[in-house]
């Protein structure tokens, strides 16, 4: 458990550096397409205190995977989970989106979306690499048997 810790701290530390790029890039964009011309030293505090931590947590998560004696599908549920939980608290801290039943269902869809697309993608690309393996292997077997 102390390894799996220390990897979740080693992750989220070079994630961490992430945040203030990140929120960088956030910034334009709300620049270009929303107006904002000017920031509060709170807005910008807040933003890089939040996006750094949220990164920390994002990059660590990963670590969930090594995790062998959790199931998959169980990994992949707190994997998420935290990911929601993360990006919810930091839109909301940040004002990036209102409170209210409305806003936050439009996010929880679009995340639970998002999330879905990336795992399919996953998945696919895991299988192809699996089945072009296996026939590898089974060239290999049939091979040795000759």
Request: aromatic share 10%; proline share 2%; glycine share 10%.
């Amino acid at each position: 458990m102390k390894k799996i810790m220390l990897e979740f701290l080693h992750r989220g530390a070079i994630a961490c550096g992430l945040g203030p790029v990140i929120l960088a890039i956030v910034y334009l964009i709300l620049q270009k397409q929303a107006g904002v011309e000017t920031l509060t030293v709170n807005q910008l505090c807040t933003g890089i205190f939040s996006l750094s931590a949220l990164a920390f947590i994002a990059g660590g998560m990963n670590v969930i995977y090594q995790m062998e004696r959790i199931p998959l599908m169980a990994a992949i549920l707190i994997h998420g989970g935290v990911l929601y939980l993360g990006y919810l608290v930091t839109y909301l801290v940040n004002g990036w989106l209102k409170s209210g039943v409305m806003p936050i269902l439009i996010f929880s869809g679009i995340f639970v979306l998002g999330y879905l697309i990336i795992w399919v993608i996953i998945y696919c690309i895991t299988k192809r690499k699996t089945e072009k393996l296996n026939v590898i292997l089974k060239e290999k077997q049939q091979s040795v048997d000759r």
